[in-house]
């Protein structure tokens, strides 16, 4: 049958009431600046004529009719690519508050995210909305018996960590009498700026997070360390000291890997760790991607590629992909690069093998933790499905792990490093002290420190989540130098810094009430509830409610 | 809180002595219970000889203690030498059903007499295991709380005073040369005879007072050692011996590095010592064993040294004092007061957090050992 042509819709027009996010203009306020539309990042913004009827009536006159008035109005986008993300960008910008956008429950544009044949893809993380599982735990085992709680402002804590293979301790002292080589060790701070590759970050955005970790070690003496991700670093930080609060990571695709090993002879200091990836928790069993449009004239040098060509890194490389074989070639290959004084581990997405991965490590000398990244992570770019559904999530995961080193007695030996969700919700303290009392010597957190210190605006209702999309509204995840310009290092810097001053006192918080000052309370499952019966019974902690 | 007291003496003198000095600090506890721990023992009515082991402990039945007696004697081939019957009126305490306090002296089996010193020690502690779990498997009918030579233990539920006057131990037919006691039970767990302090491993003992509430995690780590005598804790100051143990038999380190082990310096602490690189070494592969309590140990050694430690926080009191050849321990100075009276008060020591204090062997003086010194061994520079 032939469809009738008077009626403009197509089987994917949408109207904005289909999309997750409405725009709702006031045009009674809206002085018509237009900096609305040119902040918009994803272009949804469109002024356009409209006519108004001016119905008159003048009761003295025979006259009849109306007047009609053209006014500039705004119209919102409702193309899929096009549609509003809600990231607030113009509500902010708008001076007369003239425009903002309105979260729509009801909308059905996923039904039609899939122009010319693509499965939606976006970046951020998954799009769960509520308490995550971590936010239920709850600690404790509060002191008060024979011993009151300690006072969190006065007392003296001691907060890091270990990064790098701990050698059972008869194994140490005999190679301490004989001479023999003993495993790089970092103490650090166990919260940890998770891999987010210098390529994904803006120069400006990466710069800020460099000085914030440079200020935090050398000023405030919290001994933040931050990974970079596959990408490489700028050949000046591999020459300078800061190089020391690096943990540079190889991937699959080995990007930036060339200037990294032209830069050894050079190199002032060793950096924090290597981190090879193996997989990770929001796109576990992909490569990476970085799409053209960010790879600017600078990444493509730091990476060694051209400029403005897509950069897929190989799910499976030959080199890496087996982790057995990779727990032989890399790890030895990498701890010899840096002469066995750089710690190098592997980081792994959350799966039902993690423990079979571990105990591979554990039959290693040279591996030295593993960091295990649960499904809640967040990523530059990658398939919705993935994201939302594909992975495992980090508590059990991890918890597994630690209670099968507890019975191997090697619990002190492969420290175990979780990420994946950790302050999804803003508690991010809260969240890693839970995971650290499961059993993780330490958390990498990525998103939470985009959103603290530079104010990410993707939360888990799918508002933003445009970062593989080079447009990011804040300039955090963009290498268009328009865009990134909007980001002030300086100001990033002083926001890790606090955010990682708050950390600091948020962890004494919960250690003084649990009577822990002198050392990290890691494996302390004793001191954590959950209301949760099943959850409590699957982590082997106490049952509250 | 509990109360410590611990007194050291070259002549022998009676366990009721120590318990007159835990009644002047019974503010402190609850009567829930008192662990005793004599060593160097001397018994009126007979003459011991040093490498004999002595099992000590509580049945409740006649037939756990026939059990034990299968055991010991046709199972394993001990001989009894000699058994200490204790004078026993229960009506001073709660517990009834205490079939038979018993402390006995045996013979080791001819055939051990080939074995070397080590194996002797592994064979006595996994003896005194099997009773135990014996004891656990028919209901807690058999209490072992030591098999060792020269070691005298006694667990009760009450007030000392009261476990002395029931056990009749002041009538002078036992007596040592360390003496030390605890009162009060654990407090976080349930109430329990093996949970009075102290706590005893291949001669390694200690007490404590203070929570330890780094106990879950140094607890599941020492169970993964694969050492048989990592076992029990049912109570959380039980690990304080253990790690101790662990300090002394298994990395064979010297006492003073108990301190590094359980509360070690901070890094700028360590750039200054002359052995840091080592003791930041040791701290990283020992950081597990870091006790979080506030917590002051006291312990002895099989040769008849005590010691005493505080914590990081040092917010536990304890007092050192005494004259050559007497020395008390105790958590209140009113306890040293009534084990030693008559010394000079204005040489009692109280630790800091840098302090072990080492009373050795021969009880001339004390040790105030600082954990920024020099260790004394060459094996750990
Ligand atoms: S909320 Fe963001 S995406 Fe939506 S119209 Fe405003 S600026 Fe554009
Ligand atoms: S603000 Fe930038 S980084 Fe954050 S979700 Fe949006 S695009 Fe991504």
Redesign the pocket.
Known sequence: MVPIRSVTSDPGSLSPNDLP?I?EHNEDRCTLCGK?AA???????KLSYMRKRMPKIVLSSSERGSSYKTFVGIR?NTDVGQ???????????CPNAA???IHNKTDRYRFQNTKKGEAPTRGGRRNEPGPSLLDQISFNRISMLTDPALDAGRHEFSLNTLLGRVLPPEEFIRRQTTGEWTPPIREIFPFIIGSMSFGALSPNMWLGLLQGVAYCNEVLGIPVVMATGEGGCPPWVLKSPFLKYIILQIASGYFGWDEIIRAIPEMQCDPAAIEIKYGQGAKPGDGGLLMWYKVSKLIARLRGVPEGVDLPSPPVHQTLYSIEESVMKMIQTMSMAFNFKVPVYPKISGSNSAKSVLNNLVRNPYASALMIDGIDGGTGAAYNISMDATGHPIASNLRECYLDLCAQGKQNEIPLFAAGGVGKNGNVTQNGMALIMLGASGVHMGKYIMQSAAGCLGNEQNR?NACNLGIC?KGITSQNPKIYRRLDPDRVAERVAETFMSIKTEMKKVMAPLGRSQSLPIGMSDALGIGNKDAAERLNIRYVC | MCRLALKTATTPFSPYCVLQAMETMQEGYDGSGLGLLLRGVEFKDFSYRSPDPILSGVAHTEEALNRLDQYMLQKKGFTKKYEHEFQVDLSEIAATDRYKYFTRVYQIPRHWNAYSKELIEHELMMTSLHLRKDGADHGEDLSIFSFWPDVVMIKEIDWPLAVGRALSLDDGRIKARVIMAQGRQNTNYGVNLHACHPFFLQGIATMTNGENTAFLPIKEWLEGRDFPGYTGYQSDSEVFAHILHYVIRQLKLPLQTYKHVITPLNNKELAAHPQGEFLRGLRDVCRRLIIDGPNAVIGTLPDETCLLVMDAKKMRPATVGGKPGEWAIASEMCGVDALVPDRDRSKDFQPMREHTIIIPPDRQELEIWSQFDQLPQTQAA
């Open positions: 996010w725009i609305c902040v918009c990042p994803v272009n949804t913004l919102q549609r509003c993300i809600g990231c607030g960008s113009c509500a902010m910008v425009i903002h956008p933003c509204p």
